[in-house]
């Protein structure tokens, strides 16, 4: 019978926080109240890789993580702690930046066509005269030449017989009988299997799938059993072995096969508890004939921000942000569909504009504008990608879109539309991989930089144009998650989340007081200002919100946001001048006239965003699914995005906390909602051992009943002997004078808080005296 997970608590495994560190925290996991561990990849991957999704070898467990060992040490505490374990994989590609690293990836520049690992990856080998073309060189390849930047070692290795070429921190093989050639690096060259080619060819000339625009990541074609089977025999002995229970699933819709792919999981692990990656756009459903448990959570992500932001603000700051964009000299704000499209546009006519030509490759026959047509399609598409022969509706909406657009390339779209349509074609498979990345590059590290008059909004997995959920429609969410989908992750933070539940918490606060916002924005960029009005609004929320920051990490959330929009720098032609700007805004508000007075708004807001992160905490802990903590995040969490929101944890800190909170609430001493983050450490530890203690208090999902003056400013939920009450618009509800005669309608049972352990007796509860400590509440009922 396959085991599943009451709750989790991801562990980011590096070289710095090993599994040996991990096997040390078990116990406080378990204390915590979380019933898996979860833990990021654990293959071997690039040396000094801080995130384990660059595998270089398929067979070992990293051994600067700890290795196998260290995985079985880690295995036997958590069993000993009452954990199981959930461990992330990444099926989609292998890491390639350190050649040599990679073990199949080195054997195919060494061998070329001829390697046994060549059929491993997804090489275009015609376009490029058997070769893989690889993007590395600083300038042309004459250019580097006539500098004599390339250095060739004819001494032989086990894995390059005929010595290796060296071109600054890249190290390549020789082909065999090729190191002859040495004094003539022309002729060398020719002779490789690779071909060498400028940094920049990569945008149009790359000739391997790879992992969105990351040409250091290579794909590989899992939807070959031989493939599978090698790539995933280590993670299957895992589970054989009892050193897992179940896998998550990085990037599953860069497959060829998502579908295919997780049956042969399911059968090579028996079954295992199994969560994709997976983003689902707004109304979208997961495939319900797929084998897998659900997805990570961002759905849930975005269903629970939203319950907690005032719509009626929203429309207050779209108008803000029309004022920055006047001021600045920019054109008005486009529509949210016509700012994805034309986001999603300009990355497939650049930065994957090599993919783009691939499928005109892959055309059975010419089609007339067939490119122009096909980057119109995939900026046209409205999710993530279709399941052939499921999904053709998605692409008959694209194809009516792009024609609507582009009345010119009408032929050419409905020359191309059948044949994207059709499931045993390379080029409509191809095209479902492609519409994915083009997605992702287009609207979470495109668009949502350009979007910016709320960052709560701007969040994986989340829709900019559905602002707000009323209570109604929240519960309606949760109830369809506990139908269809009742094991499913649910999650506020994790390692790709622009910022975390806390930040976004705290910035959900400016939709309630939008002109306070707005003085408080033109005070500040009298200070310190890029000249870009919306980019000026980002990043002053990312110093409201983070609060308190270092000028060092707001300049890297500015450096990477600005470099993520594309508007006014970037990543691979930054500029200099503008970023400077960047880190004198950062400065300021650190350091200089502007610190002041974000301290001062920081300081009006922070109570009403802690009320946010709480009852957000509590809504996702006892929700329908299975709640993940995000390490470190039981405390208050002011990250940004990563690296920001992959730094230390301190655990022995925690642990210490957790132990005086245990004390401090047995002797009646409740944690007031200070910056010690005790608050939410309660909620946290009391929710999830509830969970996992209880399970059986958590079996259906009814909406509760509050009535009253304030009943919109309450959301209630009796999960089958469990009733969680959490406060929402808590700025409104302050300004009208609190609760009033607002009650919770109760059953005639008596209840107790387990927060405050207060008793209530049967019938309604007025919610002034249930939310006095706290604006959040879990009743246990007393039978």
């Known amino acids: 019978m396959t085991s599943r997970p009451v709750s989790t608590y ?57 290795g196998e060992a260290g995985l079985a040490r880690f295995a036997a505490a958590a069993r000993e702690a009452g954990l199981g374990i959930l461990v992330d994989t990444v099926p989609n590609h292998v890491g390639v930046s350190a050649m040599r690293e990679s073990r199949w990836w080195w054997d195919v520049l060494r061998l070329g066509r001829a390697s046994a690992r060549a059929v491993a990856f997804d090489i275009e080998w015609d376009r490029a005269d058997d070769r893989v073309r690889l993007p590395v060189l600083g300038s042309s390849v004459d250019e580097v030449l006539a500098r004599g930047e390339l250095v060739v070692d004819p001494t032989a290795a086990e894995d390059a017989p005929d010595g290796t070429l060296s071109y600054f921190e890249h190290v390549l093989p020789l082909a065999p009988g090729t190191a002859a050639l040495r004094d003539d690096l022309p ?58 229970d179940g896998i998550r699933v990085d990037h599953p819709d860069g497959l060829d096969d998502p579908g295919g792919y997780l049956e042969r999981l399911a059968d090579a692990t028996g079954g295992a508890y199994t969560l994709i990656e997976k983003i689902l756009e707004h109304g979208e459903q997961l495939p319900p004939w797929w084998r897998t448990d659900g997805t990570t959570g961002y759905d849930a992500l975005a269903e629970i921000d939203r319950v907690l932001i005032d719509p009626d603000g929203v429309a207050a700051l779209d108008e803000l942000d029309q004022r920055l964009r006047r001021e600045t000299q920019l054109p008005p704000a486009p529509a949210w569909p016509d700012l994805v499209h034309d986001a999603k546009r300009m990355i497939a006519d650049g930065l994957l504009q090599s993919e783009v030509r691939r499928l005109v490759h892959d055309l059975p026959y010419g089609v007339v504008g067939a490119a122009d047509a096909l980057a119109e399609l995939l900026a046209c598409f409205p999710v993530y990608r279709s399941y052939l022969p499921a999904g053709r509706e998605h692409l008959r909406h694209a194809a009516q879109e792009a024609v609507a657009r582009r009345p010119d390339l009408a032929t050419a779209i409905g020359e191309l539309e059948p044949l994207l349509a059709d499931p045993d074609l390379p080029v409509a498979r191809r095209f479902q991989q492609t519409s994915g990345a083009v997605m992702a590059k287009g609207v979470e590290d495109t668009a949502f930089y350009r979007c910016t008059r709320l960052g709560t909004l701007t969040e994986v997995g989340g829709d900019p144009a559905v602002t707000a959920l009323t209570v109604a429609q929240f519960h309606t969410a949760q109830q369809q998650r506990l139908a269809a989908w009742p094991f499913s992750m649910t999650t506020l933070s994790t390692h790709d989340t622009k910022r975390s539940e806390d930040v976004r918490a705290r910035l959900s606060v400016l939709a309630e007081l939008p002109e306070r916002w707005a003085e408080v924005l033109g005070q500040l960029r009298k200070v310190a200002s890029t000249g870009h009005g919306p980019l000026d609004s980002l990043l002053w929320q990312a110093a409201v919100g983070a609060w308190p920051i270092s000028a060092e990490r707001l300049t890297d959330y500015g450096r990477k946001a600005a470099r993520e929009a594309a508007e006014a720098t970037g990543w691979q032609h930054p500029d200099a001048d503008f970023e400077t700007g960047l880190e004198a805004l950062a400065v300021a508000a650190t350091e200089g006239a502007a610190g002041p007075i974000v301290e001062d708004f920081v300081n009006e807001i922070v109570g009403f965003g802690r009320s946010n992160s709480l009852s957000a905490k509590l809504l996702q802990l006892t929700g329908p699914g299975v709640p993940d903590v995000y390490q470190g ?86 999960r089958g002997g469990v009733i969680v009450v959490a406060t929402r618009l808590p700025v409104g509800l302050a300004q009208a004078g609190g609760w009033g005669d607002t009650l919770l309608m109760n059953s005639e049972l008596p209840m107790v808080d387990v927060f405050t352990g207060r008793r209530f007796g049967a019938g309604p509860v007025p919610l002034a005296e249930l939310l006095a400590e706290y604006p959040v509440a879990m009743l246990e009922e007393l039978r």
Do not use: C
């Open 633 to 718: 995040s039981e405390l208050w969490d002011l990250s940004l995005v990563d690296p920001d929101n992959r730094r230390p944890v301190d655990f022995a800190e925690r642990e210490r906390m957790l132990q005086r909170l245990d004390e401090d609430v047995a002797r009646g001493e409740l944690p007031p909602i200070d910056d010690s983050g005790r608050a939410k450490l309660l909620v946290t530890s009391r929710a999830l051992r509830m969970r996992r203690d209880h399970p059986e208090l958590f079996s259906t999902y009814r909406p509760g009943v509050v009535v009253g003056e304030r009943a919109e400013h309450a959301i209630a939920v009796d």
């Open 10 to 66: 991801r562990l980011q495994i590096t070289s710095h926080f090993t599994l040996d560190d991990a096997a040390k925290v078990s116990g406080y996991l378990h204390r915590l109240g979380a019933s898996w561990a979860y833990l990021s990849p654990l293959l071997a991957a690039t040396d000094g890789s801080n995130h384990g999704y660059d595998v270089v070898d398929h067979a070992h467990v990293d051994e600067s993580r700890g």
């Open 187 to 244: 002729a060398l060259l020719d002779a490789q299997h690779y071909e060498l080619r400028y940094w920049e060819d990569q945008n149009d000339e790359l000739n391997y799938r790879r992992f969105f625009a990351v040409s250091e990541l290579a794909a590989i074609r899992v939807e070959l059993p031989d493939v599978f089977a090698d790539s995933h025999e280590e993670i299957v002995r895992w589970v054989r072995e009892g050193l897992a």
